[in-house]
């Protein structure tokens, strides 16, 4: 078959074992006709055949990002950023500006908000002074605050208080009304109602479907967020997603993007497994499971937190949080229920993805996965868990042991990217920042690795992401964590594809395989590690098809 397409010139590196180097590729359809040298793969070429000198630069696998939130990211962009707005005088500028470009939205939501965006804590009084004649509304970075103003607090039902949740709360001033600080999302999801986007948010939230289901219009403007959230991916090289949140809408959501053309990465959505649910509601997983099952949409996982966050102190520990006597947090399983809710996912033949990020969590998690095994036979399940922000020593030889997937963000280690060192680092306490952010000694542990952004919780970008587990600090007392550049690369490409059970699709550069690809901006075995954040992406291909060109 005549290729479609030829790189040629270009330092490639397969991921394959049996292969690992080319200087050229043939991509034919959908599908790797072949790999070789120039004069081998040139050779191949029609009349018809493009053929791009890629001129000695990389070219990989299409990046698999394991861990991220693709409609929600998406549904950011189409926001207010306020990256650097600080001070009223920026705010006022910046809202402004983005409420005359935006004269039908029935809320104007920004995001990226920082604590210290004015001088004292935010009111719905220093909103009413920047727009009062419109719902506005500041999402912070961590995505934990919402503030309103008076208009959308009125519009929201909220203005007088909201029964919630513990861990969630209106925020009440002296005079019997909200302040405008919603702390957690049960507070401010009346407000984010307003602008018709709770249902895209359900599938972190509840793990529910949106009732009454969204009208063909709604969809619609969903379908315009979850495509920018593509685009986004697509700049980024990213060919595969695993998305971490999820319900049957997200999918639904897909399959009309894929019915138009408009699907340019190939999306996992999970079912996401609250601690409220019967296991009878396995049985939607299940459904999701059969109803989507091809090479760009599928499900056959679910995803369930065991825990929360560090900063917090939400993360389920197994030593008292440093200052906090009696602290440790709770799991949101626990152990014998997670057992249990274990054992069945993996006897209906699902993968099981835990977010863990306390060292409680990671050993509960484990411990889960283990009695699953014992109960059903080893089978290839390839569980996973996400983040391990603190793992106890005696577990990290558990995982390799088991064939546990460590689904880690080295862009979440404080200093390796965008997180600052502190306070995380003092809320862990020094005695174990040996144990904190591994990656290095979970991969000569013989753990699993996939690498990950979580965005829109970190930036999505995989070359700042290589940049930081090539570079991440190490912490007094600590040991390198630091990752080959072969590790890292394979953990964006066949290790995430592996952990995914899809390498038999993506992940390496063999004939017959998807014509997945990403090009470079350079040679990065040539640049230095510290260089590496200045490389971009010069292609995209998913597919066969260019999604993106730099
Ligand atoms: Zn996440």
Redesign the pocket.
């Known amino acids: 078959m005549t290729p479609d397409m030829i790189l040629t010139n270009a330092r490639i590196l397969t991921m394959d074992p049996a292969r690992p180097r080319a200087e050229a590729i043939a991509l034919a359809g959908d599908r790797i006709a072949a790999l070789g040298s120039r004069a081998e793969i040139e050779r191949l070429a029609g009349p018809a055949t493009k053929v791009i000198d890629c001129k000695g630069r990389t070219l990989l696998p299409g990046f698999v990002e394991s861990?991220l939130?693709l409609v929600l990211g998406g549904t950011e962009l189409t926001h207010l950023q306020l990256h650097g707005a600080d001070g009223e005088a920026a705010l006022t500028k910046a809202f402004r500006d983005f409420a005359a470009a935006n004269p039908a939205s029935p809320l104007l939501m920004a995001q990226g908000g920082h604590y210290t965006l004015l001088d004292h804590p935010l009111t719905r009084h220093d909103l009413d002074r920047i727009i009062a004649d419109r719902p506005i509304a500041i999402t912070s970075h961590d995505h934990h605050t919402v503030w309103a103003n008076t208009l959308a607090l009125k519009q929201a039902g909220i203005l007088g208080g909201l029964k919630t949740p513990p861990g969630h709360e209106v925020v009440m001033g002296a005079d019997g009304q909200a302040t405008g600080e919603l702390l957690e999302f049960e507070a401010f999801a009346p407000v984010v109602a307003l602008g018709g986007e709770n249902a895209l948010y359900l599938g972190i939230a509840t793990g529910g479907e949106p009732s009454p289901w969204p009208t063909e219009a709604e969809q619609a403007i969903h379908r315009t967020k979850a495509t920018k959230g593509l685009a986004h991916a697509a700049a980024h090289g990213i060919t595969s997603i695993i998305n971490?949140d999820g319900n049957r809408y997200t999918l639904e959501l897909l399959r009309g993007l894929q019915r138009a053309g408009g699907l340019t990465a190939r999306v996992k959505v999970p079912f996401h497994f609250k601690p409220h649910m019967d296991l009878s509601e396995l049985d939607r997983a299940a459904e999701m499971t059969r109803d989507f099952n091809d090479e760009w949409l599928s499900c056959n996982f679910v995803k369930m937190f065991m825990d929360g966050v560090v900063d917090s102190r939400t993360a389920y520990m197994l030593n008292d949080y440093p200052g906090h006597p009696g602290h440790r947090a709770e799991p949101l399983f626990p152990g014998p229920r997670f057992n249990a809710v274990a054992t069945e996912i993996d006897r209906r033949g699902m993968q099981i993805a835990v977010?863990a990020i306390g060292d409680a969590a990671v050993r509960t998690t484990i411990d889960g996965y283990e009695a699953a095994q014992k109960a059903n036979g080893k089978r290839d399940s390839r569980h996973r868990i996400?983040h391990i922000e603190l793992i106890d020593q005696a577990d990290v030889p558990r995982l390799g042991a088991l064939g546990i997937t460590a689904s880690v963000q080295p862009v979440h280690a404080p200093g390796a990217m965008d997180f600052p060192l502190f306070p995380t680092l003092d809320v862990i306490g020094k005695n174990r920042w040996n144990d904190a952010y591994l990656c290095r000694s979970l991969a000569e542990a013989d753990a699993h690795l996939a690498f990950a952004s979580?965005w829109p919780?970190t930036d999505i970008s995989v070359i700042r992401g290589i940049h930081a587990a090539l570079t991440r600090p190490t912490y007094d007392g600590g040991t390198d964590q630091r990752v080959p550049l072969d590790d890292v690369l394979r953990a964006y490409t066949a290790g995430g594809a592996w952990a995914a059970h899809m390498e038999g699709l993506t992940g390496t550069l063999r004939p017959g395989m998807a014509a997945d690809v990403v090009v470079l901006t350079g040679d990065i075995e040539a640049t230095r590690p510290e260089d590496v954040a200045g490389l971009g992406i010069a292609m995209t291909i998913a597919g066969g098809r260019v999604t993106h060109q730099g």
């Open positions: 861990h939130h971490m977010h996400e979580d919780v």
